[in-house]
């Protein structure tokens, strides 16, 4: 079956969630096209030849302007079979499988996306277990049917070495700044999932506390073709690289010991920072540089209530912990809530300006407001209760309305200078 696989945002990086699942597909005899819609420009000709699209949809832009691509591609071939696969999908599904998708796909989405296609091209595929969207466990060998269009995937499984030679080259996509130089970053991931819940994040939604390994070789052979491309940094883009840490430290200094000049970056939560601050000295030794983390806000309260796990002070200790291994943190910040006042926002700036984390804060975060997608564990939260509104299916994501009122007119107001 020929078969093409959509990207349309990975946060500026090559995308990984395009270039697995094209091995995947190609290990089973399917011909697999790439489109990185970031970086490459939408032509009506790339449907040529091709049978049944799979559009990746890991995070909240991607899954919009996924619709958008579907929606594009169902009125230019009504019949073309469409999977929109990754954490987001299962977002607003109900809307999206009514208009512009066959199948939505979350978790470990490989085993049934392969299945999938396998399906449409008249074969049996040896997919492991999966929960379809009436919440059934579908088993091994079972064709993933038309009527089960909906799937959490959450086995366990193997991964193929990414298929990267079908996406543009590197220097396409977002480099890193360091040392008076500019590095070309491969991005990729250790783990899936993450063992916490934090009640505005997504990842929990899908993977309910647990996480899943990716094999260290396949990891390793990754990172080799992506040195060999030309990339001088990683990126670990886990939800959580110390979910799994024991995991994690040896993915490290094998990568070390195989690219001794390689340099890298990982996100953590600050309570992981300080749990496991023996790790920081052998992290720093290999060529860590930075640590993005989410802070969110420094109101203890809204901390507490997004179930963070974290507070003000810790954040300060995080800092400084990082800092005295040469190690920076860059924030990533939810200034915006339904219990945000003016004065969190002013307490917000002057805590990373004494706190020397002007530099390390990308813009954009201090106009973020929250999300509240379907089945988040916000929604439940008596807290949000009194703010709560309806469903928005085209911003995929509950309204809500501010405690501050002044506090919409500011965000709207960053978000236009920031943009």
Not at 139 to 161: A, Y
Request: aromatic fraction near 6%.
């Amino acid at each position: 079956m020929n078969v093409l696989l959509v990207s349309t945002y990975e946060l500026g990086h090559q995308p990984l969630h395009v270039a697995s699942p094209a091995a995947a597909l190609t290990s089973h005899g399917h011909v697999v096209r790439c489109l990185d819609l970031s970086v490459q420009q939408w032509d009506p000709v790339a449907l040529d030849g091709i049978d049944a699209v799979g559009i990746s949809v890991p995070m909240h832009t991607a899954m919009r302007l996924g619709i958008e691509v579907a929606g594009v591609i169902r009125s230019l071939h009504p019949r073309m079979p469409i999977c929109l696969y990754g954490l987001y999908a299962g977002t607003s599904h109900e809307t999206v499988l009514a208009t512009v998708a066959d199948r939505v796909i979350s978790g470990e989405y490989e085993p049934p996306l392969v299945a999938w296609f396998d399906s449409l091209d008249g074969r049996r595929s040896n997919d492991v277990g999966h929960r379809g969207g009436d919440g059934r466990e579908v088993g091994v060998g079972e064709v993933v049917s038309g009527t089960d269009p909906r799937i959490v995937h959450l086995q366990r499984g193997r991964f193929e070495v990414p298929a990267r030679h079908l996406l543009p080259p590197l220097e396409r996509y977002a480099r890193l700044s360091a040392g008076g130089e500019e590095r070309l970053v491969g991005y990729v991931e250790a783990s899936h999932g993450c063992g916490f819940n934090c009640r505005h994040c997504p990842v929990p939604t899908v993977y309910g506390g647990r996480i899943r390994i990716v094999g260290i070789d396949t990891l390793l052979a990754d990172i080799d073709q992506l040195v060999a491309a030309g990339a001088t940094h990683i990126t670990f883009g886990d939800p959580d690289f110390l979910n799994g840490v024991h995991h994690s430290r040896r993915v490290v200094a094998a990568m070390h010991e195989r690219h001794p000049e390689l340099t890298f970056d990982c996100t953590t939560k600050v309570e992981l920072i300080l749990r496991h601050r023996d790790i920081w000295p052998e992290l720093a030794a290999a060529g860590c540089l930075f640590v993005v983390s989410a802070f969110e806000t420094v109101n203890d309260d809204i901390l507490r209530t997004l179930d963070k796990g974290h507070t003000r002070a810790d954040m300060v200790e995080a800092v400084d912990v990082l800092r005295s291994f040469g190690i920076e943190v860059r924030p990533s910040l939810l200034p915006f809530t339904p219990w945000t006042t003016v004065d969190d926002l002013v307490d917000l700036v002057d805590f990373v300006a004494e706190h020397s984390l002007v530099g390390n804060v990308d813009p954009v975060h201090y106009s973020i407001r929250l999300l509240v997608p379907e089945d988040s564990l916000l929604i439940d939260e008596p807290a949000m209760a009194p703010y709560l509104g309806d469903y928005v299916p085209e911003r995929l994501s509950y309204d809500w309305t501010p405690s501050d009122q002044r506090t919409d007119e500011l965000q709207r107001e960053l978000a236009r200078i920031v943009e």
